[in-house]
């Protein structure tokens, strides 16, 4: 028998689009992160972009470079949870020429699509 580690799963999938985002993805990008303190990843899947981020113990605000979007503005849904597992989601209109700035909660994290973002 091996050991492992419960992974919490989100009792509401729809926080994270998980119907509509696919198994494959057409381009990954590495947006800022360090082991075993947070990550930030971006994905895309044809002509939509996903962003999500983890964090571990500490508050962190993050700066979110958007300039691997399609130029323009976008009206997304933000989802963020919180430490204690609540889970928020908050429409939000994004720029591509200004970074995407948020603070995640200790252990928490968030997750956006942003549709037809890709040229």
């Given amino acids: 028998m091996y050991p492992y580690a419960e ?13 509509d985002r696919g198994a494959d993805t057409d381009d990954i ?22 962003i999500a981020a983890i964090n571990a113990d500490t508050k962190r605000n993050l700066s979110i470079p958007l ?3 399609k130029p323009g503005s976008y009206s997304v849904k ?32 968030f997750a956006t699509k942003i549709p037809n973002s890709f040229e």
């Fill in 7 to 19: 992974v919490p799963v989100c009792e509401s999938p729809n926080c994270i689009h998980n119907a």
């Fill in 29 to 50: 990008r590495f947006i800022d992160g360090y082991p075993a303190k947070f990550i930030c990843l971006a994905r895309r899947k044809a002509k939509d972009w996903f």
């Fill in 67 to 69: 300039d691997f979007l």
């Fill in 78 to 109: 933000l989802y963020t949870d919180s430490n204690t597992g609540d889970i928020t989601a908050k429409d939000f209109i994004l720029d591509s020429a200004r970074p995407l700035r948020i603070t995640l909660a200790p252990n928490a994290g």
